[in-house]
């Protein structure tokens, strides 16, 4: 087996357990005697609760509790990040008799059976003083929000001002929502003075903390599972209001309470990628050379929460330039908590700059890849002084993708590419995201009948973390990956990483390979120990240091011999009459190297899209993404994140966008029917492939992380590739026809 299979396309070991229905997702664990709990969510966007009559909802049958801010006692706050946890939404549901959003939970009916409860709650009748929500950007003046953040090197004013050459463009990205196959759940269980959250989360471990602040218990009187996770995309990485009510639910009525988030809730209580409105404006030299970076961006917020992300701080990086200022500001608005959602602030950050350097070189008749090579920053130049990176093959990414896609070919007029009765545009654009790494406990059993477990109190979310543990642990020992089980999704086990921001990879890989290494460790100090063993220091000829042993194929043996002229390491543990050994590793990066370079990965990312302006069809026909994430661990489930993303970026591009009534905040196209997502017929075939450098400043197999950056090129590749074709400049996402026939020449077939 060697060492071949890290790095190899391993498939997914939890696939059998998906694809038979065995795997069980939060709402899927059979429980005795469990209640159900629906939400009344609010019907406008800003309110007093005037009264709450629960009367009639109380007489209805299998009825058991009806909870609101009137008879329950207020929860306690979340101590937030100094005390290593965050919740979603800074106010805890029910805290006081106002509505702050459309779809916030203002009580929640528990009954018998969920048609019982959701009948109850139907006739639950809520008396609102309706005031106007705030739920559209305003033209004139509005009030700021902290925290706001503000960027300056150089003085980009004055460097714009007399720049020969002059971008300035506004972008528009709309409120996109998360829509993971499973939806937000929780069955929630108390024993005693305990309680335990079946969940489907990005952080088990994050959400034990949260909840054991929120509810006002111990840490070790919370336990959250979450074994499978139906995605989450960023919206499940932080505990939303329905998992404490299920809590309090299940404790009032002394019965396990199941809440699930309908699909049209999904768009109101637990989060989206928020609007970001953006100014950016560059200066250049006629031979393309940035001389200025300017970029304004408003974004709102919720009314009960500071939720912000950063949408600047990649264009402060991504180019050589010194001249660059950038601020962001918040403002209020009468819609639910915004939340992380793939690639936050760099994603929407990207979509601005990169059309802003698309259009910088059409204005220059410049090709796109070079523009780009002419400002390549050799180092992070946002720090200051500017850091190396740790490994950046951003031109060898440029060059395979221009190579394997054909660039060469590409005719820069507008419309001048075509095939049949369609017309091409082609467009690229760089993608970015930084590079983390947390800290990590893994504990690695090896067991006398040969098998091997490693548990870990992270998650895998469908991106293929319970395979790269198998990996690790087969890699040390040779123990097959079928032998091998992984635990994962229980906040009972060693602290793991939340799966966000793609760290979670890099992040316990190192733990999982030192828990490893220390079981074998332990099995040959007790190979060497044990009598009868071959490696026994009696068994050995007399005289000498005892000879170095090793564990191959899972054979323990001695370092200069084969394999299998040792002892299965499992006969080595029935000799001792031991069930098992463990090891168990915490690792955590190396702060001061963090503080010496700027680790990100980088990526190239191209797009065919075909215009028929015959009959007004835009599609997207080819893809291709060349990524720069240091090695990747498994080329299957690499593979599959990037092109996962892809297809949320053509999402981006062409579908999404959550749309509010203006009169109560309502999302209006709060489903599968309007809230348009890519289906089969708007996906392509798609291409990825890395380009393989081992970042070894990470962890010692040199990955970083791969979950978000497939997304960060795609939106601005294809509104370029949209301007190619059409001669249209989409400025604001996501692309619609209208957009295109309102240009003229667009339909001159
Ligand atoms: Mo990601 S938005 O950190 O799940």
Redesign the pocket.
Known sequence: MGTSIIGASVTRVDGPLKVTGAARYAVDHPLENVAFGVPVASTVGNAHIASIDTSAAERMPGVLAILHHGNTEPLFRSAGRLEQSRTSEARPPFEDDNVYYYGQFVALVIANTFEQAQDAAARVKVNYEVRKPVVEMSAGETPKKDPQTHYKRGDADQAFNSAPVKIDAEYLIPVETHNPMEMHATIAVWGGDKVTLYETS?GVVNHQRVMSEMLGIPLERVLVLSPFCGS??????FPWPHSLLAAMGAKQVKRPVKVVVPRNLMFTTVGHRPLTQHHVKLGATQDGKLLSIQHDVVQPTSMVDTYTENCTGVTTMLYSCENVAANQVLVEHNIGTPT?????GIVPGLFPMESAMDELAVKLNLDPIELRERNSADQDESYNPARPYTSKRLHECYQTGAEKFGWSKRTPQVGSMRRGNEILGWGMATATWHAGRGSATVRVRLNADGTARASCATQD?GTGTYTIFAQVVSEKTGIPIDKIDVVLGDSSLPDGP?????TATATVLPAAAQATQQAISRVIAVAQSTPGSPFHAEAQSAGGDPPKLTMTAGYIHTADQRPESGMPFGQILKMARLAALEGEAKTAPQEAEGKKYSAHSFGAQFIEVTWDPGIAHLRVTRALSVIDAGRIINKKTGRNQILGAVVMGIGMGMFEETIYDPRNAKPINNNFADYLVSTNADIPELECIFVEYPDYHLNEYGARGI??IGLAGIAPALTMAVYHATGVRVRKLPVRVEDLLSASGALRA
């Open positions: 990005q989450g995309f960023g919206g499940k990485l992380p959602m793939r690639g936050p979310i939340t799966s966000g921001g793609s979950g978000e």
